[in-house]
């Protein structure tokens, strides 16, 4: 395989790949930093590219679309809030419970909204924006400066997050809460309240990240389309050391191993196709390898909050 | 819903007097979704015209969605039902119903089972008993050669991409004449294939198009993946929808929305043809009905604007030779199939 | 001096039990007023209702006078009231300013104003002398810095009232005298402090008034001024100092277990050990007494197999080199534990207190066949109801959690496992910690009683008098250094004190 | 066995902790209903075809049998490695390379008969094992969160399988292996296959080795409280990583049953999907006991034959009978996490207190 030919579009599936796996390991870092580790994300994402697709199609404004999309998201993940905040259960348990009903929901969604009208089996897609001048540097102008508004928001929203973690009061706020939510109740941090916001962000973001699959990658919604794609945004999380630019890396990092696998697939014909298809897990499992266990993340992580605990 | 009957009502109607049934049903069973945009809503579109020449038949609500773990059940509920004719899209549900066809055999003979894509000589080996069995098998090297034909007059770049959802007998079968009859319009077209993209990761299809027109400047893809295909008309398009083009697989689906779409090569799963047995009496044992150019098992769909008169006339004339099978050899299509 | 805070009548209750019953408390301007009392009489519980953590069960709260409902920590804030609360509530992965500025609302803006605080952070820094690096994060700060910030906090929300939960159990002398100007300069400026402390010394230096709470009840509050050290601690334990009940061995000779100049991480000055030698008798109760957090967590982990010294040799009971350190190779050595945290090192919570009973001994013939291929849950279930007898562990079922026991019911359950298994070595860190006086009773006299049976105690507290009480030697431990051995007859208790400071 | 005495508290704790999944149950199956009827269509004749299609005669309770075999497995595995406090979510890679090792075994060394039956079984143990050791080692060793290597670990697994399946066994070509020889298939009694014989008695094994042995207690007590568990002189490391072993092990053997046990015989597509996942969701919603999540699974297999019967009955999409599974799973996990929060232990503590005194006064 000529690579220097097969460059520009491994960045370019590179992003393109990166982008949900981007929105869904940020809405995560919310989760994670105000303490809930949500498995879940798996089906969040599922109902995220099922609503904004049959949302989008129905309305034809693919940016209501996603707007619902996202609402979709918050409302499937309040009900993971509700389980993990208010009745403490154990968040991973609930995740899992998440990602077997949500693909379900959408499912069915899906088997409503298109029935037997296979009219609506195809949807629109945002078109992509080419910023003049940039968009025309070799090898990365296409892969960049290439994309849709939904890409470049998400994409904007790295420095965002990172300025309110580091900048916003309640940035701090959700710091704490994650680290020891005992020390931010006698602060007057309202814990609960943080938790669940963290949910509602975490939802939103995770159902875009779903949505973006529909609405920008392919128009079409398929069961299990998300491909484990939150599973890897939670690993995202652990290797990009719960930090906004740490997010972004790790997942740009995962898309080209993604575009990489494709690139080999296109050239390698008759290999077997299999071994390229693992590399972005391998690959997953030796980046936590090499940088996932030192530092072990917020300190309250994963445990439930219990106000009245000693 | 009234369409489901008990089974115990059926059990006292005689089963010898078949031929003079006045009502049928036919369940289908598949693993995707009916609005799959490729294979199983091929199928479910061949049922429905079935359907339409056929007044004494019904269709129970079709089984979706249906795991491997869940196949078998999913055909045993039903020949609980005692349904006429149990439909399988694929072969991948021939290894699975063997028992439940042997156990339907003896204790309901009335129940057939049609299972799709599937060579009987190779693929029904566990078999105790073919009784209520036959398959369907269409010609894929019409089907592989008519695309050939539309790729090799349609490629600028004299460079063809092909999208297969599992290396099956048949899809490399369909991709050798797909590639030997662009080449004979053009000896030196180059085909470039992937046959195990799988039928649900539609961003495959994108990415994989996307490398083969960087590359490979490949300007014409043909699918056999569903909603993989889905993505690569995504790649096409953005490359620009006026000089890349897509053959559409096994529906026909040109349209306004459809900006890449040249045509399609529709395959019907020749269901008529197996009521007819059914109602008087002659299916089964085994046989593999053959769909092709001949019995309208295989057609080219309509075309869309920007294949050119010329083009189609010319389109037109080799798919009469290929009807005939004198457009390309057997010998030039394994040739191809030996360098896979 | 016009009154600051005044609490009546303040009592809290935990399910039935009463963690303070009618207490009253006031706080003038610019005074220190020390709130005295043993483990478990209800300091933090007081304080905890007066910042709203807790909501009282009964009583009033007066500030300037005024009564005032205080619901949420917040409210407290607002009231001027900060605490700085025994464990430290502070988010180690962030830095200084962080900590401080968390949570705090003077700023109508969403963004944080880093800059701004900071100066303003620095001003109250210089005008109290306090010295925080703003920029290191808290973990990696020493304790004393950390207890600063913790200051800092408090003084940088404005608080008039401020409430120090045993700030001095984790500092060095040092670091106490820098805490004392701080009080002193605060108090000068009219504020007002509760402290709550266990170091007599510091109490009588440090206060204007004393309060002495016992079971949850107000003793009497006195001024330090007209009374005697003497007097705070018969106040205080509720009967005259000190009534040795134990007969003191002297003359033990043989070596159980044997610890030669044993250093572990000897960098930490409050997590380390340096040069450490002891050496247990048979028959023998050695008694380490020291401030907390001098070493006793490392000294009590070497000798329990949990962590392995950096240099030095550790000699078990048959009179060989210990050369594995885990603590299975010293549980057959013949050690028997009762660690520091119960619920965390000695119990599993969630099993129940017959499966807790028998947690070392299931493979043992008496309980399982087959070296534990069949557990014998008949004869556990009789085991451990025998025990329960004999311990008067006092519980519904020996099938209910051990987590549903009170902790001293925890602790005999422990100690009843323990001393089963006849140990030749017993390691006790801090045994009676947060037990009332009856169960303390009872477990000192399993101690006492496993002695007269031969067996080595090793005994750790932070409580001197329980190291007097029950020790037939001493040694003082300080900064993870042995500062001495005296005598557990008649032992000087100056000197010892003086030791346990470091001089 | 002695009597347990528990408090009232405990006891109807317990109580309500048995009754949670059935309230779970029940009410998913209430909005099920709800959703069949808004389709205009009948439930209850819905869920007498489910109940008739798993259960209505022997040769359908067998086939549910079957189904719910696997299931037991993978819900033994998780449940044994949660007793351990190891978040075994790769239960589905371990089933799946348990079979990949016996096709190898089987169709590899061209074993047949009962030696290829028994190698078939081990080489499944074995594989499922190590697949289960991988992210133990990368645990204790690197401090990696077992849940996230298991689960890529799952993905890495499912392409091994593709390329077992097409290119190394495969059969005249097509995407799956060629059948396990008649011979070396496990047989059949009572009309199913006994590797559901022998999931039960292994669920009653693991059963007796958690509660009856004393490395089971040693098991329950790491996963309980590691940090008293070593203090108490218990080789945490070592028990946590046999925790992972086994439960990958029991689950590897699992794979190597469906393999040998069930039609068709063969590795393909979709050979184990998502039985990792429904194990845990099993594993949890049975406590974490073997013995009830024997039964938790077979429900689970009666809701797949029969929710396939009733979709086909009925004509509903196929998706209510995974969103009816997914109500299950998460009322159940909702409810026993409420039954546990202090205040409604509070309230039921108040309410066992007003009827005692109930009684005093009665009496
Ligand atoms: N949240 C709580 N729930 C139940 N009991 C509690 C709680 N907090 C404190 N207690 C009990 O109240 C009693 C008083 O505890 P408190 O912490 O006030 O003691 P203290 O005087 O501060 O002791 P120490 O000197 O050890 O700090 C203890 O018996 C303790 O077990
Ligand atoms: N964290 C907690 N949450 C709720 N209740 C608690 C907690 N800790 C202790 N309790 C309860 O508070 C009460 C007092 O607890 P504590 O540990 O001080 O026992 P105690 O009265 O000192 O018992 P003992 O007589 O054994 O010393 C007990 O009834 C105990 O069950
Ligand atoms: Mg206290
Ligand atoms: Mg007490």
Redesign the pocket.
């Known amino acids: 395989m000529d690579f220097m030919t097969a460059l520009p579009t491994i960045l370019k599936a590179m992003t393109m790949g990166a982008v949900p796996i981007l929105l869904a390991a940020l809405g995560e870092v919310f989760s994670e930093r105000a303490g809930l580790v949500n498995i879940g994300l798996e089906g969040v994402m599922a109902i995220g590219a099922f609503v904004g697709f049959a949302v989008g199609k129905m309305t034809g404004n693919l940016w209501v679309g996603l707007f619902v999309a996202m609402l979709a998201g918050v409302l499937i993940n309040m009900l993971y809030a509700f389980c993990t905040v208010t009745l403490c259960a154990d968040q991973v348990v609930t995740g899992m419970a998440i990602n077997i009903l949500a693909p379900a929901i959408a499912l069915f969604g899906y088997n409503l909204f298109v029935g037997s009208n296979s009219a609506n089996a195809t949807g629109d897609q945002m078109a992509s924006i080419a910023i003049p001048g940039l968009s025309s540097i070799p090898f990365i102008g296409n892969a960049f400066f290439n994309q849709t508004l939904l890409a470049y928001l998400a994409f904007v929203l790295v420095p965002l997050v990172r300025y309110f973690f580091k900048h916003f009061r309640a940035g701090l706020s959700f710091r704490s809460v994650g680290e020891n939510p005992h020390a931010a109740e006698t602060l007057g941090i309202d814990v609960v309240r943080v938790k669940y916001l963290a949910c509602i962000v975490c939802g939103a973001l995770t159902a875009a990240g779903g949505a973006f699959l529909t609405l920008c990658y392919t128009p079409i919604y398929t069961d299990g389309i998300v491909m484990g794609r939150g599973f890897i945004a939670l690993a995202t999380v652990i290797f990009g050391r719960w930090s906004a630019l740490g997010v972004l890396g790790a997942s740009l990092l995962f898309g080209f191993f993604d575009g990489l696998n494709v690139a080999l697939q296109a050239q390698f014909q008759a290999a077997p196709v299999m071994f390229f298809k693992m590399i972005p897990y391998i690959f997953t499992i030796v980046a936590l390898i090499f940088f996932g266990s030192k530092h072990a993340g917020p300190k309250a992580n994963g445990q439930p909050y219990f106000r009245?605990?000693? | 819903g009234g369409s489901g009957s008990s089974s115990s009502s059926s059990d006292s109607s005689a089963s010898g007097s078949d031929s003079e049934q006045s009502s049928y049903k036919v369940a289908m069973i598949m693993s995707g979704i009916i609005t799959d945009g490729g294979w199983d809503q091929g199928h479910y579109e061949s049922l429905k015209r079935a359907l339409e020449s056929h007044p004494k038949w019904t269709m129970l609500e079709p089984k979706e969605n249906t795991a491997d773990a869940d196949a078998a059940t999913a055909a045993q509920t039903y020949v609980d039902q005692d349904v006429d004719l149990i439909i399988g899209n694929g072969n991948q549900f021939a290894s699975d119903w063997a028992e439940v066809v042997a156990d339907a055999a003896d204790s309901h003979p009335k129940v057939h089972f049609l299972i799709t894509n599937t060579d009987p000589t190779a693929e029904m080996t566990d078999y105790e008993t073919l009784d209520p069995v036959e398959t369907v098998l269409p010609d894929f090297k019409q089907t592989g050669a008519l695309a050939g034909v539309v790729a090799g007059l349609m490629t600028q770049t004299k460079s063809i991409g092909f999208i297969g959802g599992m290396k099956l007998p048949s899809t490399i079968t369909k991709y050798s004449a797909y590639l030997a009859a662009a080449q004979k319009i053009d000896p030196s077209i180059q085909g470039q294939y992937n046959f195990e993209a799988g039928f649900t990761d539609a961003s495959l299809g994108t990415n994989l198009t996307q490398q083969w027109i960087a590359s490979n400047n490949v300007d014409v893809m043909w699918g056999d993946a569903s909603a993989v295909d889905n993505g690569a008309r995504q790649a096409l398009e953005a490359a620009g929808a006026d000089t890349h083009f897509d053959i559409a697989q096994p529906i026909d689906i040109v349209g306004a929305d459809q900006p890449t779409v040249v045509t399609s090569t529709v395959t019907d799963w020749m269901i008529g043809q197996a009521m007819d047995e059914i109602e008087s009496g002659s299916f089964g044992g085994g046989k593999a009905i053959t769909g092709n150019m001949d019995n309208g098992g295989i057609t080219l769909g309509k075309f869309s604007d920007k294949v050119s008169q010329d083009v189609q006339d010319k389109i037109k004339e080799y798919s009469e030779q290929i009807k005939a099978g004198t457009f390309v050899t057997d010998d030039e299509v394994s040739a191809i199939q030996n360098t896979l | 001096m016009a009154e600051l805070l005044r609490m009546e009548n303040i009592s809290k209750r935990?399910?039935?039990?009463y963690?303070n019953k009618n207490v009253t408390f006031d706080v003038q301007e610019g005074e220190v007023h020390t709130l005295l009392g043993e483990n478990?009489a209800g300091k933090s519980t007081l304080m905890n209702v007066l910042i709203g953590l807790y909501q009282p069960t009964e009583g009033k709260i007066f500030m300037h006078g005024k009564e005032v409902s205080i619901s949420s920590p917040r409210v407290a804030v607002g009231q001027g009231i900060g605490m700085v609360h025994q464990h430290f509530m502070l988010i180690d992965d962030m830095t200084g300013l962080e900590n401080i500025i968390l949570g705090d609302k003077r700023h109508n803006s969403p963004l944080l104003q880093e800059g701004e605080d900071r100066k303003t952070v620095e001003d109250i820094m210089d005008r109290y002398g306090l010295e925080i690096d703003l920029d290191e994060k808290v973990g990696d700060m020493s304790i004393g810095m950390q207890q600063r910030v913790e200051i800092m906090k408090v003084l940088f929300r404005g608080a008039d009232l401020l409430i120090l939960d045993e700030p001095t159990a984790v500092l060095t002398d040092l670091e106490v005298e820098g805490l004392f100007d701080i009080m002193r300069s605060l108090t000068a400026e009219g504020k007002g402090i509760v402290f709550i402390s266990h170091k007599m010394r510091e109490v009588m230096r440090i206060s204007d008034r004393v309060t002495v709470l016992r079971r949850g009840e107000t003793v009497e509050t006195l001024r330090v001024a007209d009374t005697t050290e003497q007097e705070l601690a018969d106040l205080m334990i509720g009967q005259k100092f000190v009534e040795n009940t134990y007969e003191k061995v002297t003359g033990a000779t043989k070596d159980e277990f044997v610890l030669q100049n044993v250093s572990y991480h000897p960098e930490i000055k409050h997590g380390g050990l340096k040069d450490v030698s002891l050496t247990i008798h048979k028959g023998e109760i050695l008694g380490v007494a020291g401030i907390d957090g001098n070493g006793q967590t490392p000294l009590a982990e070497v000798v329990t197999g949990l962590v392995k010294p950096d240099s030095g040799k550790v000699i078990g009971p048959d009179g060989t080199e210990i050369a594995v350190f885990s603590p299975e190779t010293f549980i057959d050595a013949g050690l028997g534990n009762i660690p520091e945290d119960r619920n965390k090192m000695g119990l599993v919570g969630d099993m129940t207190i017959a499966e807790n009973l028998v947690l070392k001994q299931t493979e043992s013939d008496q309980f399982s066949l087959g070296h534990g291929k069949w557990l014998k849950m008949g004869e556990i279930h009789s085991y451990a109801e025998r025990l329960r007898e004999e311990n008067d562990i006092?519980c519904t079922s020996v099938d209910q959690t051990a987590r549903?026991?009170?902790?001293?019911?925890?602790?005999?359950v422990i100690l009843a496992r323990e001393l089963e298994g006849h140990p030749k070595l017993l390691v006790a860190v801090y045994p009676t910690r947060?037990?009332?006086i009856?169960?303390?009773e009872f477990i000192h006299n399993q101690i006492v009683a496993q002695r007269d049976a031969g067996c080595a105690v090793l005994l750790i507290s932070a409580d001197f008098d329980e190291v007097l009480k029950l020790s037939d030697r001493i040694v003082v431990l300080f900064e993870g250094q042995i500062m001495g051995t005296y005598p557990g007859a008649n032992p000087p208790i100056k000197e010892i004190s003086l030791a346990m400071a470091g001089k | 066995m002695a009597k347990k005495a528990l408090s009232p508290e405990e006891r109807s704790e317990r109580r309500l902790m048995i009754l949670t999944p059935v309230v779970a149950v029940l009410l998913a199956l209430i909005i099920g209903a709800i959703i069949i009827a808004c389709l205009g269509k009948n439930p209850l004749e819905g869920y007498a075809a489910m109940i008739q299609g798993s259960l209505g005669d022997g040769a359908k309770l067998s086939k549910t049998l079957e189904r719910a075999c696997p299931l037991i497995f993978t819900g033994l595995c998780a449940a044994f490695a949660y007793k351990c406090g190891v978040f075994n979510l790769g239960g589905e890679g371990q089933f799946i390379m348990g079979a990949c090792a016996t096709a190898t075994c089987v169709l590899g060394l061209g074993l047949e008969g009962p030696a290829g039956l028994a190698l078939g079984l081990v080489a499944g143990i074995v594989a499922g094992a190590i697949w289960g050791l991988l992210p133990g080692i990368m645990k204790i060793t690197r401090g990696l969160n077992e849940m996230i290597t298991t689960i890529m670990l799952n993905y890495v697994a499912m392409y091994f399988m593709e390329y077992i399946y097409k290119n190394v066994y495969s059969d005249n070509g097509l995407p799956k292996t060629i059948a396990i020889p008649q011979s070396a298939r496990l047989p059949e009694v009572f009309g199913t296959h006994v590797g559901v014989i022998l999931a039960i008695v292994l669920g009653i094994f693991i059963w007796y080795v958690i509660f009856r042995t004393s490395f089971g207690f040693k098991i329950r007590a790491v996963g309980m409280n590691p940090i008293a568990s070593r203090v108490n002189g218990f080789p945490v490391r070592r028990l946590v990583l046999l925790a992972f072993i086994l439960s990958g092990a029991i689950a590897g053997l699992g794979g190597a049953v469906e393999l040998l046990g069930k039609t068709p015989y063969r590795l393909a597509d979709g050979f184990g999907s998502g039985f990792g996942f429904d194990g845990v969701a099993i594993a949890l919603i049975a406590q974490l006991n073997p013995i009830a999540a024997i039964f938790v699974a077979f429900f689970f297999g009666v809701l797949s034959t029969g929710g396939t019967m009733m979709q086909s009955v009925i004509g509903v999409p196929t998706a209510i009978v995974e969103i009816i599974r997914g109500l299950i799973i998460i009322f159940a996990v909702a409810g026993m996490a409420a039954v546990k929060l202090?205040k409604i232990k509070a309230y039921v503590a108040a309410r066992q207190d007003a009827k005692a005194k109930k009684a005093e006064v009665n009496a």
Not at chain 3, 404 to 412: A, V
């Open positions: 009245e605990q000693r | 935990f399910g039935s039990f963690a478990g006092r549903s026991l009170s902790g001293g019911n925890q602790q005999k947060g037990l009332d009856g169960a303390t | 202090p």
